[in-house]
């Protein structure tokens, strides 16, 4: 499937984890099938745009967050660091990605 279609499921993942949603939660507040939600998770169906603004106004986030700063060319998709991460850490429990988290803000701080 086409790497922008698994980026914006790894942030549907993301997003859904940080609010602490399981996927029958988030399937429920969508009114779409939790087969479905996982689906767009890992990126194996093409949603459309009616099923990502739900998506979105079940997570309770502005739809453009699903999309922000995803370059515009699949090689460039994959050299975006920040997606990278995202990716490491959308499997993350949330005391995980909060470690990870602390690591990145200590790590800036020493930069200064």
Do not use: W
């Not at 603004?53 to 920040?82: H, T, W």
């Amino acid at each position: 499937m086409d790497t922008i279609t698994k980026l914006v499921g790894a942030r549907i993942r993301g997003f859904r984890k940080e609010k602490r949603l399981s996927q029958e939660e988030l399937a429920e507040k969508c009114s779409l099938h939790p087969t479905y939600i996982g689906q767009l998770e890992r990126g194996e169906k093409n949603p459309t745009i009616e099923s990502v603004m739900k998506v979105a106004d079940g997570l309770e986030i502005p739809i453009d967050q699903l999309f922000i700063n995803i370059p515009c060319s699949n090689r460039q998709a994959m050299d975006y660091i920040p997606d990278r991460i995202m990716y490491l850490v959308a499997e993350m429990s949330p005391k995980e990605q909060r470690i990870i988290y602390d690591l990145i803000i200590q790590a800036l701080k020493l930069r200064s």
